[in-house]
């Protein structure tokens, strides 16, 4: 008994999409098979009367998902940085393979376009200078992206101490002045709005000493865990 010859598939229109740019609509053996990016089309060079096989096939649907992957991708970060790990997990999202979503990953750490310790430093810096947030709010933050624990710890020791004091300092004279009530009560509030932003309880301290000087009142220590609830 003879062996089965696979069957064999001849390209008998290739057809551009209307609204798809850049996209093709591929005919096999009259009949509309699958669509691919123009250059998928030109990389398999499937050109009318060419002819395909099985294993071709599944070659060409392949690089066709990882383009389609990438350009997402693309589009994803064009917008604004990821974490690799948020990338990842929009690309799951969005319905992609997982050998898809770690083929398009890896790309584009390849091309430096996910960079998770550059990533981490500029969200650092931009959540203690503009946004006025402090280390433990920042550390969360970037935990939740999936950023790798050796790579928080080395943003956050980044951290310039005057410059997330001064940022601290500033949203918290805005607080104290909008708090009425004795000096103490002043100062609790002004302290859990500090420690609600992330802000570490020796630099609250710190912040209250200055903005109290001048105003007769009872002491108060605040520690990390005392507002855990609230930030967490």
Avoid: C
Avoid at 135 to 149: F, S, V
Avoid at 201 to 214: C, K, P, T
């Amino acid at each position: 008994m003879s062996e089965e010859q696979p069957r064999v598939l001849v390209i008998t229109k290739v057809e551009k999409q209307k609204r798809g740019k850049h996209r093709y609509n591929i005919f096999l053996n009259e009949e509309y098979a699958f669509s691919v990016h123009e250059d998928i089309l030109v990389k398999h060079r499937l050109n009318k009367g060419e002819t395909l096989f099985q294993e071709q096939l599944q070659t060409i649907v392949q690089d066709e998902e990882r383009n389609l992957g990438y350009v997402k991708a693309l589009h994803m970060v064009g917008r604004r940085p990821h974490s690799l790990a948020e990338l990842k997990r929009k690309l799951k999202e969005k319905g992609f393979e997982p050998d898809i979503v770690e083929w398009v990953a890896n790309k584009l750490v390849e091309q430096n376009y996910i960079n998770d310790e550059e990533y981490a430093k500029m969200l650092t810096d931009h959540r203690v200078v503009s946004q006025k947030k402090g280390r433990h709010l920042i550390r969360h933050e970037l935990q939740q992206k999936g950023i790798h624990k050796d790579v928080v710890k080395d943003s956050i020791e980044s951290i310039n101490p005057e410059d997330e004091y001064a940022a601290a300092f500033k949203i918290a004279q805005t607080k104290w002045k909008q708090t009425s009530g004795k000096t103490v009560d002043r100062k609790r509030k002004t302290a859990a709005f500090l420690m609600r932003r992330g802000y570490a309880g020796a630099l609250v301290q710190r912040v209250l000493n200055e903005l109290s000087q001048g105003n007769e009142g009872e002491e108060m220590d605040f520690d990390d865990e005392h507002f855990v609830g609230d930030f967490y």
